[in-house]
């Protein structure tokens, strides 16, 4: 027989202080989560995507670059897929810009209206945009395309979150 007997008082003791424990543990775990995501998530931003574009090939014609990356929602994982206008401006520096128009989220593409060419141009409510996707003026947006941060990873470019072009 052990020496080391347990009363039913300690007995109900320990077992009340592991559930509680447990209890506060899964109310506590939540909490902490929420108060360092935000944490997480400026990790998740800096994240840079790879093209297959390479940077040699890049000209100072825009061109579509499409990418794809595995986007996590909850428990739903699925393959997104993002699209820039990729050029290099007159300085050979690489412009990369969201297609997406800031009236009202339609498509722009390149030198698409044959009365404005060597523009940016949305169909839907004819905005347009210039080279350097500042919106020309009396359009319909009201500001410029957003602008993809990149990166050259062994020659090839790499993009990361389309940012709101800052103002020079
Ligand atoms: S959505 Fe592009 S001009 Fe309206």
Redesign the pocket.
Known sequence: MSKHRVSRRQFLSYTLTGVGGFMAAGMLMPMVRFAIDPVLKVDEAGDFIATSKKVADITSEPERVDFSFKQKDAWYESEVTNTAWVYKDDNGKIVALSPV?K????VVNWNASEDHPNEFF?P????RYYKDGVNVPNT??MKPLDVYPYKEKDGFLYLGKAQPRKEA
Do not use: T
């Open positions: 128009c009236h009202l989220g339609c949305c839907c409510h004819a905005g319909p947006p």
